[in-house]
């Protein structure tokens, strides 16, 4: 596929075609309500262009089997919703700590527990945050439209490679299940990240040996290289090091890799916020319902500008601590209880009110409760 196409899908299976055309070229799954379509599109597509499709047990085997897959040299992803996304956790731990580059890809509904398979929730944000235990620092996006879920997956898989971490794409059933108009550019305009493979000989090779970037290079298994790659703290060569100073000097590294980068990962979605008297700080679907009520406020006269997260982890606190010392109010819609705005709060760090408009999930706000919010920041 060599040609700029035009095609109306949902935003599923772009999201699976945004994975083929950054590479991915092994997936491991177990289906899940409202994922299953990338899984589907992924198992007819992949074995046509020379990679590997394998339905799982479970999740738990899926998020094990795409880190050894990662080891033989491939890029690989899986999907899941929120209870799969909970049992995959534990890898999730593993893959940040042995600096394995992978994509969860997680569609997000109505939870806890069973929830509401069928209907819209983002209350897996904080999940993919702290959900496995130990201290790591994640990657997510959040894309709003099927035409994101094309152009994001790149980007998912291009930080996983450049970073070596676990990276989340944060859908949701409404995105997941919405068809829209996707452009697809030709091949060769993509930007497609490579993985950085370590040029030493097998013999000075050492698997967690870093430069000033922080990230290790890589090889893969069969090559010829001694490598060991456990979940135990471990040094530069991957052998246990069951030592507090090892185990500090490790988890300080896999911080400060994606912390010292923070700035240029940051990626948000500004309009009109130079100016505004209120912010409105969204991602996700809920961003497109929040864009309707920023209009029904500016309609009404009131300056309101709209920030919308790309990128929600690493959180963007340094640009949203920047916005509060000129707006009265800062107003954070969600599919759950509450959970970005917290992240917000923090930034904001009191200088301005931060007003929370909370939804269970199962639908999308109606704009007229993001309004009523946004008139209440302005008063």
């Avoid at 705005?341 to 301005?352: K, N, P, W």
């Amino acid at each position: 596929m060599v040609e700029k196409k035009e095609v109306f899908v949902q935003g599923n299976i772009a999201c699976a075609e945004g994975a083929l055309y950054a590479g991915c070229s092994f997936f491991a799954g177990y289906p899940i309500t409202p994922s299953t379509e990338v899984a589907e599109h992924m198992s007819e597509e992949l074995p046509k262009r020379g990679g590997a499709f394998i339905q799982m047990e479970d999740e738990i085997a899926s998020s094990i089997a795409i880190q050894g897959a990662a080891w033989a040299g491939k890029k690989v992803m899986t999907v899941t919703s929120g209870p799969g996304l909970s049992l995959m956790m534990e890898h999730v731990g593993l893959a940040a700590f042995t600096e394995t580059p992978c994509v969860f890809v997680d569609v997000q509904r109505g939870g806890p527990s069973t929830g509401l398979p069928t209907l819209p929730g983002q209350a897996d944000m904080m999940q993919v945050k702290w959900g496995s235990h130990g201290d790591y620092e994640p990657i997510a996006l959040a894309p709003n439209s099927p035409q994101e879920c094309f152009d994001l997956m790149i980007k998912a898989f291009n930080l996983a490679e450049i970073y070596r971490v676990p990276v989340f794409f944060m859908m949701d059933e409404v995105v997941g299940h919405m068809t829209e108009r996707v452009q697809i550019p030709p091949a060769e305009e993509i930007q497609v990240v490579e993985r950085r493979w370590s040029s030493k000989p097998p013999g000075q090779y050492r698997p967690y040996e870093v430069g000033e970037d922080l990230v290790p290079d890589m090889v893969k298994a069969g090559d010829g290289y001694r490598i060991h790659i456990t979940g135990l703290t471990h040094d530069e060569r991957g052998y246990p090091a069951m030592n507090p100073t090892a185990h500090d000097r490790l988890v300080r590294r896999i911080h400060e890799k994606i912390r010292r980068h923070a700035d240029a990962l940051v990626d948000i979605r500004e309009d009109g916020i130079e100016g505004a008297e209120v912010a409105v700080v969204s991602f996700g679907i809920t961003s497109r319902v929040a864009a309707a009520a920023v209009e029904l406020a500016r309609q009404r006269g009131l300056k309101v500008g709209h920030l919308r997260l790309i990128i929600t982890w690493p959180f963007p606190g340094r640009r949203i601590a920047e916005v509060a010392r000129h707006v009265k109010g800062i107003v954070v819609p969600e599919l759950n209880m509450g959970q970005v705005v917290l992240e917000v709060e923090r930034a904001v760090a009191g200088r301005v009110p931060v007003h929370s408009v909370p939804h269970a999930g199962g639908t999308v706000h109606e704009p007229e409760v993001i309004l009523e919010k946004i008139l209440e920041a302005a008063r």
